[in-house]
């Protein structure tokens, strides 16, 4: 072979080695902005899935907290965006939730209603069908959204480095300490 075709072949590999280089980098840089945008996207849920466990139990107690169930709409605001901005695959899962949210909050008024015109202050389940699993039903809801995300940005079903074990696997077992006493 001749000498320029050989360095042009060099030059040619190291322009590819490059690229390929920076194509790398940018699919790490791009995978690393989706993982901490999905992280955020958890952490909205997960501040909407409290307000929902606040409400557990005996819910006409719940209204005392409009803060929270202020910061609770704000969290389901946010997520909503997130999901159009940045995981369109969650969108129907994150509409479901928005539409649950809807029907608890009309729900928590009802129980407003009439929990002003009793003397005792309290209300009984009966005032609201449907409640309790409209509820079980969101905090469901929350629990599938986190675990998508964590898919979507590869930080669920992950294999241990190198091991090819699952570590929901060694997680079901007790690691405590005995005594040979």
Not at 34 to 63: N, T
Not at 104 to 110: I, R, T, Y
Not at 129 to 136: A, R, V
């Amino acid at each position: 072979m001749n000498e320029p075709f050989l360095c042009s072949l060099l030059a040619a590999a190291a322009i590819l080695a490059a690229a390929i280089t920076w194509l790398r980098q940018r699919a790490r840089a791009r995978q690393q902005r989706l993982r901490g945008e999905g992280w955020r996207l958890i952490h909205e849920v997960k501040a909407y899935g409290a307000w929902l466990e606040s409400l557990r139990g005996e819910w006409a107690a719940v209204a005392e907290s409009d803060e929270a169930a202020w910061a609770a709409a704000q969290a389901l605001r946010t997520a909503t965006a997130m999901t159009q901005r940045h995981f369109p695959a969650l969108g129907k899962a994150v509409d479901r939730l928005v539409q649950g949210d809807s029907r608890l909050v009309a729900l928590l008024w009802q129980g407003q209603i009439v929990r002003a015109d009793e003397a005792a202050g309290r209300v009984p389940d009966q005032c609201a069908p449907g409640y309790q699993e409209l509820l079980e039903d969101q905090l469901d809801l929350v629990e599938e959204l986190i675990a998508r995300c964590q898919v979507l940005i590869g930080d669920r079903d992950a294999v241990w480095q190198g091991t090819d074990m699952d570590p929901d696997f060694a997680a079901g077992f007790s690691l405590g300490a005995t005594s040979t006493r």
